[in-house]
């Protein structure tokens, strides 16, 4: 299996709220209150293609691989569970938790490639949300010389500090969105399993029909925010090395 750097830098937290504590999330703010097309004026996330592409991602321009085809047939799966054609209905079937047991199996990989292969589905488009709070790779991965750990996203979300369209990231990779981890706190456990999470996977389940969501997750017996995420999933991945 591919093996994905996962030691990252701690990433520094945002200004104070008057009430951090755990307990105040559970707000019933609407994390979606605009419109996701406000997301055009946010800023643009330039994947370095020529250096995906070196190290064996997929890539709209890369040559076909071995790579391609397997995730062809691994994507599948997952889009007839996603589009309701399976035999039987999967509640938030676009909703896709791509995760391991522990950490250096190849999540990472698998879920920026998984995107990216989705990505040039003529009838889907992709936001691959990195939910790896703790160890973020996402950002590092597809821009390294321009990703900034400051980049707010997911837990300053569901903190009510921002709305959707502020965190979600354009790609210059077509039907491409990204929504980054943002800046990790003592209690994203709860964070992740807050009435605001709930609410925002619902939204974000429904509202587009046509669009997959891959969620690159922390590793599964390493923290407890991947058994949180996994409750909200319609599908689940577990790469293996």
């Given at each position: 299996g591919a093996v994905m750097p996962e030691t990252v830098p701690a990433m520094p937290g945002p200004v104070p709220r008057q009430d951090s504590r755990p307990s105040s999330v559970h707000h019933k703010r609407d994390v979606v209150a605009h419109d996701e097309t406000a997301a055009q004026n946010s800023p643009r996330l330039e994947v370095d293609l020529q250096s995906l592409a070196a190290r064996g991602f997929i890539t709209p321009t890369a040559k076909r691989s071995l790579t391609h085809d397997q995730f062809r047939v691994v994507k599948r799966h997952l889009i007839r569970n996603a589009t309701g054609q399976s035999v039987v209905p999967i509640e938030r079937g676009n909703l896709i938790m791509i995760t391991s047991a522990t950490a250096g199996e190849g999540k990472s990989f698998s879920a920026i490639n998984l995107a990216m292969s989705i990505a040039s589905e003529l009838d889907h488009t992709v936001l691959l949300v990195d939910a790896d709070v703790?160890?973020?790779?996402?950002?590092?991965?597809?821009?390294?010389?321009?990703?900034?750990?400051?980049?707010?996203?997911?837990?300053?979300?569901?903190?009510?500090?921002?709305?959707?369209?502020?965190?979600?990231?354009?790609?210059?990779?077509?039907?491409?969105?990204?929504?980054?981890?943002?800046?990790?706190?003592?209690?994203?456990?709860?964070?992740?399993?807050s009435e605001a999470m709930r609410h925002l996977l619902e939204q974000v389940a429904n509202r587009y029909r046509d669009r997959v969501v891959i969620f690159d997750s922390p590793p599964l017996l390493m923290t407890t925010e991947a058994q949180v995420l996994a409750t909200q999933m319609g599908q689940v991945v577990l790469v293996v090395s």
């Open positions: 703790a160890r973020p790779t996402v950002l590092r991965t597809l821009a390294p010389e321009t990703a900034t750990a400051s980049a707010k996203g997911l837990l300053d979300l569901l903190e009510g500090q921002c709305e959707l369209a502020d965190v979600l990231l354009r790609t210059n990779v077509d039907k491409l969105t990204v929504l980054p981890s943002g800046a990790y706190r003592p209690h994203a456990t709860e964070l992740l399993a």
